[in-house]
């Protein structure tokens, strides 16, 4: 139902950051749990990192302490700050809102992916 654009990925060194954007064209942004996920080629997707309407987030252990997920419900965007990149971080990384704000059911809506590539 609602569209997801990300953007913000591409080539960087490793141990250099990124910061990725997803933009969401609904009037209820708000009330949605968001979520960033990556996936590798014939590999299944993994979440990366979680955050709630209300604020609580989640993060993969691979992730710990390197990224942050956040959001900003006046300009209906999520965002996940990497640093501190390692090769193992390339794929491509996918938004995802939660209509049930991670609740017990899981309907929702996917964006189209960016890639992140960390390579030197």
């Known amino acids: 139902q609602v569209q997801l654009v990300e953007s913000g990925g591409g080539l960087v060194q490793p141990g250099g950051s990124l910061r990725l954007s997803c933009a969401a064209s609904t009037t209820i942004f708000s009330i949605y749990g968001m979520g960033w996920y990556r996936q590798a080629p014939g590999k299944q997707r993994e979440l990366v990192a979680t955050?709630?309407?209300?604020?609580?987030?989640k993060y993969a252990d691979s992730v710990k302490g390197r990224f942050t997920i956040s959001r900003d419900n006046a300009k209906n965007t999520v965002f996940l700050q990497m640093n501190s990149l390692i090769p193992e971080d390339t794929d491509v990384y996918y938004c995802?809102?939660?209509?049930?704000?991670?609740?017990?059911?899981?309907?929702?809506?996917w964006g189209q992916g960016t890639q992140v590539t960390v390579a030197s």
């Open positions: 995802y809102a939660d209509y049930g704000d991670y609740g017990p059911h899981d309907y929702g809506s």
């Open positions: 955050i709630t309407s209300s604020g609580s987030t």
